[in-house]
Each structure stands twice: as structure tokens, then as C-alpha cells.
């Protein structure tokens, strides 16, 4: 039986009416329809407390899906700091739109309980990553950005160690950080969450300028971002770039054009990905579990596609892939 025209622009026009309502609590926008990233709390850099390296006495709070997390685990990670803080992993509730923890945390059931306890304004959302002090029972900062600036200046377990902001490489850093911020970090989300077809366009044209520029410098220099150095501009892009064709193409629309028609980039996150204690950060399914199954705005079905194999996408050349 066919279904009435009538009917037909009744069910989409409401769906497009439930479809705003939802996104409004998913991604916030500004009037002309661009995503627009919430503020969050604890969001200032502080010092590196007195206490740091001290085993026991601070927590790494993180989620194995979210790319601001992950990061923080990636400097975690490659400085080696497993000895003097404690990772502590966070389980999504795609039910009650929080992060809770798989056992009570210093009596909190979930991570909103514990940014309540720690003063954070109401109606502040509670995210991931977390760096939380035990002995003083507080919150030392929760803003990604400036939080794996922290981790670089945290105590190591010796000599050789990487430093991700090496001297001389400052201005550089920065300035990459800052534009894959807008247009590579948020740039996906606001492809994904844009209210209007305006809004999309917008998004998506800066995230693959900015690829392509990211292209042109790898291919002209490297073998990282900045040089010859590993630095926090090459931490920042990797969570979003692991995630490309498993989350960010298929389900946000940034799909133009395929990964492996950039050699750099493809070569750049195969290298990334080989370094110490990077393998280890990353969870496949996870991230397509909790992208497909609990942006339900987004993905209204709940089904979990299949996606590409990790160990695919970090092996051998763009033109092995393609085979």
C-alpha cells in the first residue's frame, strides 16, 4: 500500500522538527546552523601541583571513545607516566547521557557526581578527560587542550623521554594546534552536528583545506607536523585522523575524499601509530559501538555498521590499500 503524499510531508516535517529539538541538547549551534562546542569547567592550566609523580596521589579519568581523551592518553602514553598516574577508564550510558564508572570513584557513581563535588557551575556537562587530585579531593583541570599540556611538564621516570613541545618549536605548534582545533578537531563534529546544508558546506570545505595543508607540509618536510620532532600538534590530529574512516566518514559526511588519496597524512598516522604505547590507546569497536549506537539524533537505528580493520589502515602504502 502506498503511503499518501499528504502523510508522507506530515512524517518529515515533524521528524525534521524532533530531529532540531534533539540536536539541540546533542550539539548546540548558533543562529546560522554551525556547530558550536559547549564550554566546559575546570578549564584553566595550572601548575604542575607539588605532588605530581607522586604514585597514588593523581587519577587520568578517560573514555575510550572520545577523541579529547584520547590525547590525554596519547601523552599519558608516550611519556611514560604509567608509574606516577593511574589511568582510570570511564564506561559511556548511552541511556542516561553520561559517563559513569564501572565502580564507584571516591563515592561517585558516575562522572557528573564527581564534577558536582568538585564545584562545577550547574548545568556544566561532565567530559572526559579528567585529571583528579585524591589527596586534596578536587578536579585539577578537565579541558583537554590545556590538560596534555600539563601531562608534557609532568615528572618522568628518567632520562629520554619525549618532550612534545621541543624549544624552538613553540610558535610552530601553536600555530598548527590552533587550526586543527577549528577546522580538524571540531571541523568533524561540526560536519556532523551542522543544523543546514550552509552550515555543512562550510565545515566540511575547511576540514579538507586544512588536510590538504597538512598535506603539503608532511610531503615537504616531516616526518612529523612540525619537522624532524614529535610535538603536541602531531597528539591532537591523531585521534580524529584514527578515526576517519571508521566514525567520522561514514557517519558525520566528511567523505570528499579518501584518506588514501593524501600519501602524507596515510604514511603520517601509519608512523604515529607504530610509536611505543600507541596501539594500546586505541579500541576499534568501541568507538564505532558508541559513535553509531548512542548518537541517536544522527544514527536513529542504533545499527552498528561494519567499518574498515584498524590493521588495515595503519600497514603498508595508500596504493597497497586500495588493492
Known sequence: MAIPP???????????????????GLGPADAEGNYRRPAGAFVDLPPVPASAGQPGQHVLIVGRSCPWAHRAWLVWALRQLQGSLELLVVEPDPKAGRWRFMAPFEGAEALIDLYRRCGAPAGTRATVPVLYDRGERRIVVGE????????????TPGQGVV????????????????????AVNDGVYRCGFARNQAAYDRAEADLFTVLGELEGALSAAGPWICGAQLSLADVVLFPTLIRMEMVYAPLFGCSRKPLWQFPALWDWRRRFHGL?????TCFPDAWRRDYFGALFPLQPSGIVPAGPDLARLVSGSPGERRQ
Open 6 to 24: 499528504l502523510v508522507v510531508a506530515a512524517v518529515r516535517q515533524a521528524w525534521q522538527w524532533q530531529w532540531h529539538q534533539l540536536m539541540g
Open 144 to 155: 583537554s587542550a590545556r590538560l596534555i599540556e600539563l601531562l608534557n611538564r609532568w615528572p
Open 163 to 182: 618532550d612534545l613541545e621541543p624549544a624552538g618549536l613553540a610558535e610552530a605548534i601553536e600555530g598548527w594546534r590552533g587550526r586543527l582545533q577549528s
Open 276 to 280: 611505543p604505547g600507541v596501539a594500546a
